[in-house]
């Protein structure tokens, strides 16, 4: 197909749908780190020569002293401690395969748990402590070195849990981990790239609508891009992997609530081009192994030997591939109002998938032209909504949920922000309906559950009911009077599962 007839193809399926559209992002301003303060740092190459450093020369060397830079690149991220230093050993995703040492002391961990926790009145002793603990000593090892007795310690611990509102050891590291590990990251891109990073506009868009409800974090692995993930509910609780669909669901207090009642770890991994403001063409069957590898080393860094997984809308094909090339790692596997069940309707948006369908399995780069044209036509939240509408008009749950969110500004924002810069990632989903998705299921060799809404507007019902029929490997719940919203507050029929 010559480029001529992809635009030809791309304005007819366009001219059958009455097209709505969206609000541009403002550029990010470029993050500037936690401090004003220079990154500290050295780095290494995989030889162990310093190739740039940021620190006095007898720094450095005593920095050296305690590193191996042969066991440095065995394990990266990782802690390590000095008498008055915690350092940080990890890779950046601008700057290839070196390694990066960057060393916090007192003040500096201070201040980073203070940002990212909101806590405040951290004493030195407990910070000193909290790198012990880091750094893999035990309480008894951290009082022997700093001439303490293990009850002082204790206390330490006990007052750190209350200050940074966790409740147990495992809880304390794990997250204090995570913020410190992110708060290292930023800084490097903000010394390495002097610019924005892609991360940017997921950390605002969770800061905006979901404020306090969610904990968004990245590390790197030493890729093209860092791996992205968020979290919410009880931070020491059960983990379940939530595998996103096109833009996240509009999730109500109550559902955040819910989750940490129920005492749930919700683990949210973003793929590449998702909320990113992006509009880079990435080969379908690229993204699906990029996000299968990145998926493995998240839970290798959390320390899940296997976990839960739920896949929602088109997050169906990326759980469908990690399931089978990592089965040991998934202990349930759920898919809710799952995609790639092309609907039979004769909406216009039932149309338009069809068509979009089919021109992707003639060309999947017209597609992906296709798909950001027409979200460049949406510029407009008028527009947006009205596309939305027409969407979920099938489903009276679906219509009263979307009405209901956008009554309010900053509900009509969370679409037009989660569309308008996803469409990387929404274009790569969108070209996955070339394929026979659900084909895969038998690879699986395992049982898996089905949860969908009757009245679904966008994967239809009975295709789901066909698929199940017979196949002993499925556990199907069919939702009466839900469609695509099966997460939205606390009466979510998937959490009640």
Not at 34 to 58: H, Q
Not at 128 to 147: C, D, F, M, N
């Amino acid at each position: 197909m010559s480029l001529s007839e992809v635009y030809q193809r791309i304005a007819r399926i366009i001219s059958d749908l009455h097209h709505a559209p969206v609000v541009q992002q403002e550029d990010m301003a470029a993050h500037k780190g936690a401090s004003g303060k220079p990154l500290r740092y050295l780095l290494l190459n995989r030889a162990g020569d310093v190739i740039d450093a940021n620190v006095d020369d007898d720094v450095r060397d005593a920095l050296l002293q305690h590193l191996d830079p042969v066991e440095i690149f065995r394990e990266i991220p990782k802690f390590y401690s000095t008498a008055t230093d915690l350092i940080v050993t990890t890779r950046f995703h601008g700057t290839g395969d070196d390694c990066w040492v960057v060393p916090l002391s007192v003040d500096d961990t201070d201040e980073i748990l203070k940002e990212k926790s909101s806590a405040g009145g951290l004493t030195p002793s407990e910070v000193r402590l909290l790198h012990s603990l880091l750094s893999g000593l035990t309480i008894r090892q951290s009082a022997s070195e700093t001439g303490h007795s293990y009850e002082t310690k204790r206390s330490q611990l006990k007052s750190l849990g209350a200050k940074l509102a966790v409740s147990s050891q495992n809880e304390l590291i794990r997250l204090t981990t995570l913020w410190i590990f992110n708060a290292v990251q930023e800084r490097i891109a903000a010394t390495a790239q002097n610019s924005k990073s892609d991360a940017d506009f997921a950390r605002s868009f969770f800061s905006t609508h979901y404020r306090n409800q969610v904990r968004y974090f990245q590390i790197s692995s030493g890729e093209r891009s860092p791996i992205r993930f968020a979290e919410a509910g009880a931070a020491g609780g059960t983990p379940l992997v939530l595998l996103h669909g096109n833009v996240l669901p509009p999730l109500k207090t109550s559902f955040f609530e819910a989750l940490t009642q129920e005492k749930i770890r919700l683990i949210l991994p973003l793929r590449d081009g998702f909320l990113t403001n992006s509009v880079e063409y990435i080969p379908a069957q690229q993204q699906l192994e990029n996000h299968t590898r990145q998926l493995d080393m998240l839970l290798h860094f959390l320390s899940q030997k296997s976990v839960d997984f739920l896949a929602y809308g088109t997050g169906s094909a990326y759980a469908m591939d990690f399931a089978i090339k990592h089965p040991a790692s998934v202990d349930r596997l759920v898919f809710a109002a799952s995609s790639y069940f092309m609907s039979r309707g004769q909406s216009p948006v039932n149309k338009f998938m069809r068509n979009v369908r089919k021109l992707s399995i003639e060309s999947e780069h017209g597609t992906h032209l296709l798909i950001v044209f027409y979200a460049r036509l949406l510029r407009k939240e008028r527009d947006m909504l009205n596309t939305l509408r027409k969407a979920y008009a099938q489903c009276a749950l679906d219509s009263e949920i979307l009405e209901a969110f956008c009554a309010d500004p900053l509900g009509r924002r969370f679409f037009v922000d989660g569309y308008q810069a996803s469409l990387s990632s929404i274009s790569v989903d969108w070209r996955m309906s070339q394929r026979d998705v659900w084909s895969r299921f038998t690879e699986l060799g395992r049982h898996a559950e089905l949860i969908h809404g009757r009245d679904d507007p966008l994967n239809s019902f009975d295709l789901v009911a066909d698929f199940v029929d017979g196949n002993s490997n499925v556990h199907f719940t069919p939702v009466q009077g839900y469609g695509q919203f099966l997460l939205h507050d606390r009466e979510s029929p998937v959490l009640k599962r």
